[in-house]
């Protein structure tokens, strides 16, 4: 069983009784992240993969560890993960280094953080692409007969998060991902919401 109290512990923030219920814009940061971000300003605060004296390596060294961790935690390889400071940066690297041709369509949903639309907004109208976005029901829920219509050979890219950060809706990203593989798309998928609060595999998902 969870031991809420237990868990509140780790948060400082929360020591004055405090109830923190804005998770889904900014989470707050545990006591053992904020251990470790201090003790590299106290003991090795150096540029990482830049010098060979001791304070870099042993920063190089915790870089490289975090990002093997950060692979076993979704089950890819260590060298198919790259630290960006959010996924707002994240989405805006593609966004901007992705090639597109004028007509190609790329598709989203009515779900998304703003992140995970205003990118496609510009580059659509920069462009000369079409933005396809699926809606949902009421309830906020879609399920992959939903985007039948959106995607098809024009399809560029498929840009849909894993679970709504106002709804707590999952979607399925598996028959999603394979639905605009079968039409030769590229699929990015916002797990912003979903890593912290299930177990992700992008293999398993083939995103």
């Known amino acids: 069983m969870l031991d809420v109290k237990k868990v509140r512990e780790d948060f400082p923030f929360l020591k004055s009784g405090r109830i923190y219920l804005d998770s889904t814009a900014t989470s707050l940061t545990p ?19 830049r010098g060979i004296y001791n ?19 979704i089950n890819a390889k260590p060298e198919e993960i790259v630290f960006v400071r959010n996924a707002t940066e994240a989405i805006n690297l593609v966004a901007s280094g992705l090639k597109f041709h004028e007509g190609d369509k790329i598709v989203t949903t009515i779900l998304e953080h703003h992140s995970n ?23 906020g829920y879609l399920s992959p007969l939903d985007f039948a219509p959106h995607i098809d050979g024009r399809t560029r890219l498929v840009a ?40 992700v595999d992008v293999k398993e998902l083939d995103c």
């Open 117 to 139: 639309y205003i990118p496609w907004l510009r580059v659509k109208n920069t462009k000369k692409l079409e933005l396809s976005v699926v809606l949902s029901e009421m309830e």
């Open 55 to 73: 304070a870099a390596q042993a920063a190089t060294t915790a870089y490289e560890n975090a990002r093997v961790e950060v692979a076993k935690l």
């Open 31 to 49: 006591e053992p992240v904020l251990e470790k971000v201090l003790e590299y300003y106290r003991e090795c605060r150096a540029n990482v993969g």
């Open 160 to 199: 849909v998060t894993q679970t709504s950060n106002v709804l707590g809706v999952r979607l399925p990203i598996k028959e999603i991902a394979k639905m605009a593989h079968d039409e030769g798309s590229l699929v990015l998928v916002d797990g912003a919401q979903s890593v912290p609060h299930k177990r």
